[in-house]
């Protein structure tokens, strides 16, 4: 139950493939000395450099599973590593928040049996998953340049006007506008 509110907490359960968390058990993850993954805990991007050590010793053989890490927030919910059993098809990248965008959230996914192709993992059921959230730290841009071949980008946030400022701004363009009219 936890595990359910927290994916509906934090929005991740609209992504999920089936929609129905009720099923899915909290799997437990760390990353190497780090503090263990479960519902939503915050990490920085310099602990999760290496892939995830993940326990499915509630769920059945490790073996038997695929296990995903994506993220929502990037640009169509990217990849950052998918392992079948003992085959990794996707690389891990570590997670890449980009600085000045805040929070991302990061979901493991485990699904019951394996696959050969990353594409065939949507026909698999999730059974499990876990998620955590990072913001940047300056670990980012070098896994951008050593993983993924490029440059890391900062967002700045524009302070918008004050209501005085953009009332002000109004009836100044109104007055303006008046003026230029009443000689026509």
């Known amino acids: 139950l936890y595990l ?4 509906a907490h934090s929005g991740l359960d609209r992504y999920l493939s089936s929609g129905d968390t ?3 058990q ?5 990353f190497g000395d780090g503090p263990t993954v479960d519902y939503g805990t915050i990490i920085r991007p310099g602990q999760a450099q290496q892939p995830p050590e993940i326990d499915l010793t509630s769920l059945g053989p490790a073996d038997a599973y695929t296990i995903t890490m994506t993220t929502p927030d990037s640009p169509d919910c990217t990849l950052h590593w998918c392992r079948s059993g003992e085959t990794t098809l996707a690389p891990y990248v570590p997670p890449t928040p980009l600085q000045g965008t805040g929070f991302y959230r990061y979901l493991i996914s ?3 049996g394996t696959v050969s192709d990353v594409a065939e993992v949507g026909g698999l059921e999730m059974v499990g998953c876990a998620h955590f959230q990072c913001s940047w730290d300056e670990t980012v841009g070098r ?16 302070r ?11 009836l100044f363009k109104e007055r303006e506008w008046q003026m230029k009219t009443e000689f026509m």
């Open 160 to 170: 918008s006007k004050s209501v005085a400022e953009d009332t002000a701004e109004r």
């Open 22 to 24: 009720t099923r899915l």
């Open 110 to 112: 485990v699904y019951r």
């Open 4 to 7: 359910e509110r927290s994916l």
């Open 26 to 30: 909290a799997v437990e993850v760390r």
């Open 143 to 158: 896994t951008l340049a050593r993983h993924l071949g490029c440059d890391e980008k900062v967002f700045t946030v524009q």
